[in-house]
Structure formats: structure tokens, C-alpha cells
């Protein structure tokens, strides 16, 4: 039994589209017309399918959040002692997310016929990354399938978390800067060519703050209208060459040697390596394999293209400790404490420890840098408007000891 993507008609004359379970298309349309519904197309639904299923072409897959939940039921239910495919069912059943819906029921269709559910999870590699498949494959070739999504689940959840956490903690840094733009180009434009032409028409020589303000707001009356599209023209430059591996290689090279940014990008990418071997070796996969999964889930093509390197150095027999030293970006804290699991042969518990230790530490430098942007924006606008301000009361203070 498989799922399928439909088109129908209704009585009334309206488009309906949905999922459901059945042999075959045909018994799927045969369940169409028994519902009182006309079908127009019937496809499999997968990824990468015709028709109706083309809905997934493009598709950004399932979020973090969506995929922390949809994995915490499918654990809570397989602990419960209830099958792989009843859980998806019922889990299809009450969601009323209708891309989860196709989701879930294609991979129920797909276990049905006799696939592994890291096979079948295959099918929507933008739903479920390759981290996440080959835990899931580990977990059913070790028995523990339950035990590892409940650790995926952990892993996606935290993620989840810290993400929110932080964008919330943007949400006001980021009215600031729209506020500070709106304010700044409405005095440029309306507000500062009307002081300014009173001091102009006087002949007076003005200040040279008072020419800085004339210089911008003339510059963003007569081509202020540019800027956007030049800035969305920059991005866009940007991203194109970024496409480009050796541009996209020095890139990264460049943004690990930056003073803060580097820092930052540095702990989060040996945080999600160390991380992801944790939950690999953890779930049974061999080291020289969780090696090789890992260094395919970083971001970072240097970084990447180094731990390559230490794979295949473990892989002739050194140590993890001596491989990851090599790389030389990794936090000299964390190589402490996976020389001191392998030692002990709790490597994999040193690796989950390492992570955490580390995702701490960024998130606590990530919330200190979010919190230090508030005032830091409040304090801009405030010498913004006080140059302003300066600009206009100067020539006025000029004019009056004129006078006297």
C-alpha cells in the first residue's frame, strides 16, 4: 500500500487536493468516486514525482521545529510498544499540516512495501537530512531505533530552542535599526533642506558639519531611490560568486581568521561536528563512517575539506584526538575531553559532553553579543540625531554672535 497525491473535483464544482493510502492508483481514484468526488489526477506522492506531487518540487522540506515534533511522536510511539507503521499512520491522521500529511504517509507507504524506514526516509532528502537518515539506519540495524529517535529528537529540539531564542532576542534590535533608517531619511529628505536653506540664503559660510548634513541629505533626495536595488544588486553579486567553489573556499578560509565572526563561526561548526559524531558513535556507527557523515554536514568547505583529511588519518590508525588536533580550529577545551574519552573508552559520552560544553559556551557569547546590540543601536541613534542637531544649531549659534 502506498500514498498518493490527488486532484479532485467536488459536487459544487470546487478543486479539492489531498493524500491518501491505496494499492494502486487506480483503487485510489475507485476511493475518490466513493467519497462522491470526481479525480483529475492521482500521482504517487514523493518528492520527486509527477503531477499532483510536484508540490514537492522545490521545497525548502520540513523545518527544524516540525522535525523535532514529527520525531518526538514517532519515538513516543514506538516506545508505547506500537508498530513503525501504525505510529505514521496515526501520526498522519491527526497532524493538520497537509505537507506533513504527504510526508509521513509516502514513507508509511514505502515501509509498507517492505523498505527500511531509513530507505524510505530517502525519498525526501530535503526533509530529512543525511545526518538524520543514517542515525535512523543505525538505530534500526542496532535494535534501538526508539532509544535513537528519542536522542534525535533532543538533538533537533535544542536546536530548535537556541534558534528561537535567539531570533526572538533579535526582534527588538531589529525595529531599532528599521526605526533609526526611517527616522534619519525622513529628517534627510523633509526635515533638514528646509532648516539648511534659511542658513544658505544668508551667505554665510556654514560649519563643516553643517556641509556633511547638506552633502547627505542632497545625496538621498536626489538618489536615495537607488540604494535599495543597489544593495539588493550587491547581495545577489555576492551570492552568484559564492557559487563558485574556489571564491566559496577562500571565503571560508577568510571567515575563520576574522577577530569575533571567526570565533563564532569556529564554536558552531566543531560544535555541530562534535555533536554529530556523539550521536552517531552513539547510535553504533563506526567512527571512521560518523567521521565521514559528519564532515558532510558542515557548512564550512575549508573546514570540511580539512576533517577529510582527519578521516583518512583515522582511518590509517591515529587517534581522533591527534586528527582533529591537525585541523587546528577546533577548541583546545574540546580536544582535552575527547583525548580523555578515548583513553577511557567513553568516547562516545566525552563527544556528547564536548558538544554541549561547546554549544554553552556559544550560546552564551551569542546571547551576550545580542544583548550588547540593543544599547549599542540606542546609542547610534542617539549621536546620530545629537550630529544632526549640532549641524542645524551651529550656524545659528554663528548668526547670533554675529549680531552681537
Known sequence: MGAFEYTALTDSGRKSRGTLEADSARAARQQLRAKGLVPLEVAPATETGNGSARLFSGSPGLSIKHLALLTRQIATLLRAG????????????????????????????????????????????????????????????????DAVLERLGDYTENQQKFRQKVQLAL???????????????????????????????????LPLPTRILVAFSDFISAWGWLVPPAVAALVVAIAVLLRRPAVRYRFHHKLLELPMIGWLVRGSQSARYVGTLAILTGSSVPLVQAMGIASGVMSNDFLKERLQIAQKNVR??????????????????????IASGESSGTLDEMLGRAAESQEQDLQGAVTAFVSLFEPAMLLLMAGIVLFIVMAIMMPIMSMNQLVV
Open 316 to 337: 590509517e590508525g591515529g587517534s581522533l584526538r591527534k586528527a582533529l588536533e591537525d585541523v587546528e580550529y577546533f577548541p583546545p577545551m574540546m580536544i582535552y575531553m
Open 82 to 145: 506500537i508498530p513503525l507503521e501504525e505510529a505514521l499512520g496515526a501520526i498522519a491522521n491527526q497532524t493538520r499540516n497537509q505537507k506533513i500529511r504527504r510526508i509521513v504517509l509516502a514513507v508509511r507507504g514505502k515501509v509498507l512495501e517492505g523498505h527500511s524506514f531509513a530507505q524510505s526516509l530517502s525519498s525526501f532528502p530535503r526533509a530529512f537530512p543525511k545526518l538524520y537518515r543514517a542515525t535512523v539506519e543505525a538505530g534500526e540495524h542496532s535494535g534501538h531505533l
Open 171 to 205: 526582534i527588538y534590535p531589529a525595529v531599532l535599526v528599521v526605526i533609526c533608517i526611517l527616522v534619519v531619511t525622513g529628517l534627510m529628505v523633509y526635515v533638514v533642506p528646509d532648516v539648511i536653506e534659511v542658513f544658505t540664503g544668508t551667505g554665510q559660510v
